[in-house]
C-alpha cells in the first residue's frame, strides 16, 4: 500500500537527482536494455508477463528511474518499445512516444526569516523550525512588507456545502492563516463534508489554490499532526531543499506569490498575542457561517531563491477507436523513482512496487486491448508519467496539454504501487464514493466475489496524492483501486504483515523485485480494470461524478450537461 505521510518525509531532491532531460535517446540507445529479447509475451494478462516486466524496469540497469538521468532515457526507451510491440500509436508530441515536461526547480533561501509583528511585540520565525516558505512563481525574489494577517479558519469556499470561509473579505495585499483538514475532521462531525474523511478542500494544495484565487499576497497553514496526518518533520524535510514545479504559463491553476506553513506553537503563540485562544478559534471555524478573524498582526519577509528551468518526458500510446477515435478511456502510471545516491551498500533506490507494479499493469492491459477482438469502438490512451515523486507534475502537465481533449475523455484508471501479495477478498477503491467507475468496477468484483471497501485512514486524503488527482480536478471521473489486505490465504492478518514489511521498504533501497512474490491477486485486480476499460470503451456511456462530489460541477460544465445520460 501506498503510504504518502511516508513518502513527503523524504527531500523533494531525492525525486530528481538532476533533472533536465532532453531527448537523448541516440546517445544511450547503445546502453540501453533490449525489450525483453528473451521472454515471449502472451497477449493474455499473465503473472509471468507482469513479472518479466516489473524485474527489468526495476533491475540496477535502471538505475532507480530518477528523472534527468540514464535511468529515465533506458525507462522511457523500454515503455516506449513495449508501447510499439503491442501496436500501440505514439501520442506524443509530433507523433513521437514522449511529451517534454517542462518544469523549474526552485530552491528556497533556507536562511529566510519570517517577522512576525503583533501588539506585544515582534517575532523573527526560522526557517524549518518554525515555518516554511516557498514561491512557485519562478522569481528569485519576493518581498511581503507589513501585510495583514487574518484568520480564515478552512480556508474553504465550497457553494454546494453552503460554505464560505472568505465571506465578506477582501484579501488582497494580505496574509491569510489557514487550519490543515477540514471541518468535518475537527469537529468529528459526520454532518460536516464527509466526515472524518478528508475532502478536497482539506488537502494542502487547495487550501493555496483557492486563496490565489482570492488574491492573497500569501497563506501559512497552520500544522497539526493528526489534521495534517504526519509530523512537522514531514513538512520541514518536503519543503527544504530544491522543489520541483511546472513553469507557471503551463499550469492552469493559479499561484501565490508566496505559501507555506507554521508550526502548531508559533500559531497559538500568534493567535494569544492577539488576545485570542486557538483552539476556540477551531471550535468556531467547524461552524457553519464562520466569519474571518483580524489577528492584529503583520508579516513580513525577503524570500530569495535560486530557480532554474528544466524537463523530463511522459511516455504515450495510443489505440485508437474504430468508431469513436476522439472519446477515449486513459490509463496511468508513473514511471519515476528516487534514482540513485551516493554512500556505502545499496544505493540504488528500484522502485519496484512503487512503481514499476503500475507501469507493468498498464502495458498489460495496453497488450490486452490491442489483441483482443472486436477491437474497442472508443480510443484507449496509456500515459506513464514523470515526476509523480516531485508533486504529481508529470500527469498535471498532460492535463494542460492533452492528447485527447479532457472533455472527450470517459474516465481515468490509475495503477499505483499494486498489491503483490495475493488475492483478496476485497478491493481497495481509494476515496471510494465518489464517481459511477465504481458501480462498473462492481461488476467485476461481483464476479470475482469480492468487496469493494474504502482505503484504511480516509482522513490522511490519500486520493489527493496520486496522478489521477489532477484529471479529477479537471473534472474527468478517476478511479484509483488495487487488492485489499483480507487475504484469501492468511486473512487480514496476512494482508497487514504484508503491507508493513512493505512499509519498511517503501522509498528505500529494499523495495525490489522479488521472484517469490504471489501474482495470482494482481492479475485479477488488472482483469477487473481491463473491464473497467472494456465496458466503457465498448458502449457510449458517460460515467460522472456523484452528487455532491466537489468535482462534478467541473465535469457537467465541460460536457454541457446535468446529470448522466
Known amino acids: ?27 544511450t540507445a547503445a546502453t540501453s536494455p533490449a525489450p525483453d529479447a528473451a521472454h515471449t509475451f502472451s497477449p493474455e494478462i499473465t503473472g509471468a508477463d507482469f513479472g518479466e516486466l516489473v524485474k527489468t524496469l526495476a533491475s540496477d540497469e535502471f538505475e532507480g528511474r530518477a528523472p534527468g538521468t540514464v535511468g529515465e532515457e533506458r525507462t522511457v526507451e523500454y515503455i516506449s518499445a513495449q508501447f510499439k510491440r503491442i501496436g500501440l500509436q505514439p501520442g506524443g508530441d509530433n507523433d513521437s512516444w514522449y511529451q517534454t515536461v517542462p518544469m523549474v526547480e526552485t530552491t528556497a533561501d533556507e536562511s529566510t526569516v519570517l517577522k512576525l509583528t503583533t501588539a506585544k511585540g515582534a517575532r523573527d520565525l526560522a526557517f524549518g523550525r518554525d515555518m516554511v516558505l516557498g514561491t512557485r512563481t519562478g522569481k528569485p525574489q519576493i518581498e511581503v512588507a507589513d501585510s ?35 471541518p468535518g475532521f475537527h469537529a468529528q462531525d459526520a454532518s460536516l463534508f464527509e466526515g472524518e474523511r478528508m475532502t478536497y478542500y482539506g488537502r494542502w494544495t487547495y487550501k493555496f489554490e483557492e486563496a490565489a484565487r482570492k488574491g492573497a499576497a500569501a497563506a501559512l497553514i497552520v500544522h497539526d499532526t493528526a489534521g495534517a496526518s504526519y509530523g512537522w518533520d514531514v513538512v520541514k524535510n518536503s519543503w527544504s531543499g530544491a522543489q520541483f514545479d511546472l513553469r507557471p504559463q503551463d499550469d492552469p491553476e493559479p499561484r501565490l506569490p508566496a505559501q507555506g506553513w507554521i508550526t502548531g506553537d508559533v500559531a497559538r ?54 468508431e469513436a477515435p476522439d472519446e477515449a478511456i486513459l490509463y496511468l502510471a508513473h514511471w519515476d523513482h528516487l534514482g540513485k545516491h551516493e554512500g556505502e551498500g545499496d544505493t540504488i533506490y ?20 490491442a489483441t483482443a477482438e472486436p477491437k474497442p469502438k472508443r480510443s484507449l490512451v496509456f500515459l506513464a508519467v514523470t515526476l509523480e515523486e516531485s508533486g504529481l507534475l508529470g500527469s498535471k502537465y498532460y492535463v494542460a496539454q492533452p492528447s485527447i481533449d479532457l472533455a472527450q475523455t470517459v474516465g481515468v484508471i490509475n495503477l499505483d504501487a499494486m498489491s503483490v501479495a495475493g488475492p483478496s477478498r476485497d478491493f481497495v477503491v481509494t476515496g471510494k464514493g465518489s464517481s459511477e467507475l465504481e458501480d462498473i468496477l462492481k461488476t467485476y468484483a461481483d464476479q470475482q466475489n469480492r468487496t469493494l471497501v474504502e482505503e484504511g485512514n480516509p482522513a490522511g486524503g490519500y486520493y489527493f496524492r496520486s496522478d489521477h488527482f489532477n484529471f479529477a480536478k479537471a473534472g474527468v471521473p478517476a478511479l484509483y483501486a488495487k487488492g485489499g489486505n483480507d487475504l484469501i490465504e492468511g486473512g487480514v492478518a496476512a494482508g497487514k504483515a504484508a503491507s508493513d514489511d512493505y512499509a519498511t521498504r517503501y522509498h528505500q533501497p529494499g523495495d525490489e523485485y522479488n521472484p517469490d512474490w504471489n501474482l495470482d491477486g494482481v492479475v485479477q485486480d488488472l482483469e477487473a480494470l481491463y473491464g473497467v476499460g472494456r465496458t466503457l470503451a465498448d458502449g457510449d456511456r458517460w460515467p460522472n461524478w456523484y ?19
Not at 4 to 10: F, N, R
Not at 307 to 317: D, L
Not at 350 to 363: L, P, R
Not at 553 to 564: E, F, L, P, Q, V
Open 350 to 369: 528500484n522502485g519496484a512496487i512503487d512503481n514499476a507494479t503500475g507501469v507493468a499493469g498498464i502495458i498489460e492491459i495496453a497488450e490486452k486491448f
Open 148 to 182: 495583514e494577517l487574518v484568520f480564515v479558519g478552512y480556508g474553504v469556499d465550497a457553494p454546494e456545502q453552503n460554505w464560505n470561509d472568505y465571506a465578506g473579505l477582501d484579501v488582497k495585499g494580505k496574509t491569510v492563516v489557514i487550519l490543515v483538514n477540514d
Open 1 to 27: 500500500m501506498r503510504r504518502p505521510h511516508l513518502m513527503l518525509a523524504l527531500p523533494a531532491a531525492l525525486a530528481l537527482a538532476a533533472c533536465g532531460a532532453q531527448d537523448k535517446a541516440a546517445d
Open 547 to 565: 452528487d455532491g462530489n466537489p468535482f462534478k460541477a467541473t465535469r457537467d460544465a465541460a460536457r454541457g450537461r446535468t446529470g448522466t445520460p
Open 269 to 322: 503563540a500568534l493567535f494569544a498575542d492577539a488576545g485570542l485562544d486557538l483552539d476556540a478559534q477551531i471550535q468556531a471555524a467547524n461552524q457553519r457561517g464562520f466569519k474571518p478573524v483580524p489577528l492584529n498582526a503583520k508579516v513580513s519577509f525577503d524570500l530569495k531563491s535560486t530557480v532554474a528551468e528544466k524537463s523530463s518526458r511522459n511516455v504515450v500510446g495510443i489505440l485508437p477507436g474504430t
